[in-house]
C-alpha cells in the first residue's frame, strides 16, 4: 500500500523522500522510541505505512491542502510522522512548543489559522482546549496518549491511532486522492511552518518550502558525510527549525535513524544506550555534563581523582591537535592512547558521546574551557551559526578547522556579507520563502534579490577567513563617551563561569557598565553543601555574602579580560547585583530558547537599574513571578549592590590618537 | 453472585457498580481494649471510598480486617456476594486485595523495578526448578510480567527511577513505587494507607491525580485512610468517619461535612 511512484528523479518532498527510503532502506531502521523500558523499533517500510494510514485519516476526517496543522508535543515518532503525513495530505505542519503557555499557543494557533491540532497528550489536549473558544478555525484535535482522556467530549477530539484505523478503512475511496495531493507536491510547495521566538515582539511564522528544506539537508549532510547508519537522538523541542533539519530533513535525504527518549528525565540514560554518531546539544547542555562530571570527579576516590586530573591535563595539551590532525609527538600520542584507555574512553562513554563522529553547538557563545573540555577528549564538537530563516545554516566549521571564538565558514551553497554597519546578511538556497501574513517584515529582512538580514554584527577574521559574531547588531551600541557596548560578549565571559547561569548587561548611552547575575543553582548549591553553607531557597543563596563575594571575583576578572580588548574596554562591569530570582520565560524574561529578553527585563527591573546607577547600597524590590500551573504570586526581597574593581585599559584611546 | 443492587452515578458522571465488599457489623478487640465496634459498611465497585477520623479512631484497624491481617472478633467481612473466611494476608491478596502502608514498606536495597516486580508474585507460578534454570516457564512468566510491570512504570511516570534503588529515591518517589508495586498485583480492590502522609503540596497534588488516574483507567475500587481533610473530599465519593471505634458518619463528602456529630469529632465539643 505504500506509495510506488517514487521516481528517483523528482525527490521534491519529503513523503517522496520517504517512499524513496522505504524501497532503498526498507529494513533499516527509521525511527525508535524507547517505551516499556525497551527501544521500539520502526523499520523505514514500517514508518511509511504508518505515515501513509494517517494521511488517509486525515484526509478522511475533512483536511483540505493548504490547511495548517499544529503539531504540540515532545519528541516522539508519531509526531514526526504526522509532520511528512501533513505534507503527503497536502497541508503544512506547523510545530509548536510544547512548553508554550494557553496565550502563547493561542496567539500562534490564531494566526497561522490551523484547522488540526495534533497534541501528545493530555496536558497539550487541555491547553488547546482552553483557548479554542477563542480560535474560530479550529475543528479537530488529534491526540495521541489517550491516557486520561476517555471522559472528554469526542464530537472533535479523536485518538491518532482511530484516525490511522479509519483512513486505513476508507483507503480504497480516498487513496487516488492521497496519491494526486503528494503527486502534486514540487520544490515549491511549503514545507512547514516555525514560529521564531523572537526576542522581541510577537513570533513570526516563518515559511520554508521543500526546495529550502532538502536543499540545505543536502548540502549539510554531504558537509559532514552523514550517511545512512547514523544514529541521533532527538530531544530538542520540534518546533525548533534544528530539531526539523535534523530529525526530518538530513534525517529522509540520507536515511539515518532518529532515537526519541523515553521522557525527558530519562534523556541523559537514553543518550548513553543510543551512543548516537551525529548530535547537537545548545551550549547549556554541554556545560551541566561538564559541571556534572566535575561534581562527580571530586566525590572520587584519590586514584581515580589523580588519574581524571594527571590524564585530563596532557588532554588539553594535544587532544584538539590530534583531533585536527596536526603533528603531534611519539610520546604524546602513546601517553594520549594510554588516557583514552584508561580515562577519555570510558568518560565519553559514560556521558553518552562514545561513538560521536560530528557534534554540533550553536545558539549561545560556549565558553572556550568547556568548548576545549569536549574537543581534548577527542569528541569531534564544532560550531555552527544560522537561523530559522536560513533553514539553520548559514555558516559552520569543517572538521580540523575548529575554534571556540569563531562559527567557521559559510555553509555550502551560502553567500556571506559584512554590511557596512558590521551587520550580517547571507542568500542561500535555504533563504525562507516569506514570513506568514507579514509581507512588511518580510520585506524589512529579506531584499529583492534574496539577501537577508541576520540581525547580528559580526566580521570575517582576515588570517582564517572564519566569520566572528560580536553580539546582535541593535544590541550593539554607544556608550556616553562614545566608545562601543556589546552586551554579549561581557555576559557571556560571565556565563562561562560554572557559577553564573545567566547576565544582563547595561550600559547603552550610559558613563559606566552594570550587570544582573544569576547564580546557577547546581554549581553554587555544590558548593554550599560542601562548605555547610544552609540556605532554603534560591533567593536566600543568591543573597548569600560569600556567594556575592565569589562572584564579585568573577567579575572583576571579567574585567581585566575585557580590558585587554581595545575595542570593546569600555565594557567593564563597575556594579552588579545577583538577582533575587532566576530568569524564566514563563515570566517573559527569556525566549523559549532561552535567550535573554533585554528590554523587557531593563522594564520589569527599572528600580534595580536605576539603584545600580545612583549608588544605593542596599535596594528593596517585589517581583511578580507565575508559576508552572499558571498562577502568579509574588517575592520581595533586598539585595545587595556591589561594586567591582575595574581594570586599568591596556591601551589609552589617548595615546592612540 | 453480585449484589441485586446496581449502584449510583457520581457527581462527574461515573457508574458505580454493585456492592464488592461489605463489612457487617465488624468488632474488634484487643484483650480489654475495644479498637472498632460494631461497625458497617460497604464497598462499591469502581468507587473511591475514603475512611477518615481523628488519631486512634480506628481507622488503621479497619483496613487492616479489610486486608485480612486482623480477624474481626465479631462480625464478617462479606467479598463478593460471600462471607470471607478466616485468611492469611497472602490468600487475601490472592483474592485481589493490595495495599500500601503508612510507613513505606519497600525493599530499600532492590532497584524500583524489582520492587515493583514484587507485586507480581501472586502472578507467578513456575517451579523452583524452572526458576533456578531460566528456562521454559520462568522465562515466559517473567517476559509476561515485566510487561505488565512496564505499563505501571509508564503509567506512573517513574520510568527515570527504573533501575534507581530505592534506598536513594526521596520519599514522595517511594510512595510512588508502593503505589506501583500494589498496582502491579493488579488488585479489583485497593487499600491505601494515608498515601499522601508527610508530602508537600506538589507531591499530594501528582499522587490525587494518579489515584484518580487508576481509578479511572483500571477501574480499580480504592478505599483510602487520609488525614488531609481537603484531599478526602475532593477525591472520594463516599466516606465513612470513625470515632473512637464507633462510626459517626456515612456518606458524599457534603453529607459528612455537615454532619454535626463528624464536626463535634474534629473541632471537639464541650461536655
Redesign the interface.
Known sequence: MVNTQASAGALESFPALLARNAQLYSGKPANREK????WQTWSWAEAAVEIEKLALGLINLGIQPGDHIAIIGRNRPYLYWSMVAAQAAGAVPVPLYQDANAEEMAYVLDHCGARFVIAGDQEQVDKVIEVQETLHQFEHMIYLDP??M??YDHTRLHEYSHVQEQGYAARDELTPELNRRRDALNYDSTCVMLYTSGTTGKPKGVVLSNRNMIETAKNSSEFDHLRAGDEVLAYLPMAWVGDFIFSIGQAYWTGFCVNCP??P??MM?DLREIGPSYYFAPPRIFETQLTQTMIRMEDAGKTKKWLFDHFMAHARKVGPAILDGKSVGMMDRLKYAMGEFLVYGPLKNMLGFGQVRVGYTAGEAIGPEIFDFYRALGINLKQLYGQTEASVFITQQPDGEVRSDTVGVPSPGVEVRIADSGEVFYRSPGTFVEYYKNPESTRDTKDAEGWVATGDAGFFEPSTGHLRIIDRAKDVGQMADGSLFAPKYVENKLKFFPNILEAVVFGAGKDRCTAFINIDLTAVGNWAERNNIAYASYQELAGHPQVLETIQKHVEEVNRSVAQDEMLSGCQIHRFLVLHKELDADDGELTRTRKVRRKIIAEKFDDLVGALYDGSPTIYTETEVTYEDGRKGKIRATLELRDAAVAPVAHQRVAAE | MMDADAGYVTEDGRQIGGVLMEMKNITLRFGGVVAIKDISFDIREGEIRAIIGPNGAGKSSMLNIISGFYTPSEGAVWYKGAPRPAMRPYEVARMGVARTFQNIALFEGMTVLDNVMTGRLTHMNAGIASQALWWGKARDEEVANREKVEEIIDFLEIQAIRKTPVGRLPYGLKKRVELARALAAEPSILLLDEPMAGMNVEEKEDMSRFILDVNDEFGTTIALIEHDMGVVMDLSDRVVVMDYGKKIGDGTPDEVRNNQDVIDAYLGVQH
Open positions: 517505551e516499556f523500558g525497551i491516557r486520561g476517555r471522559k523515553e521522557s528525565e530519562t540514560a
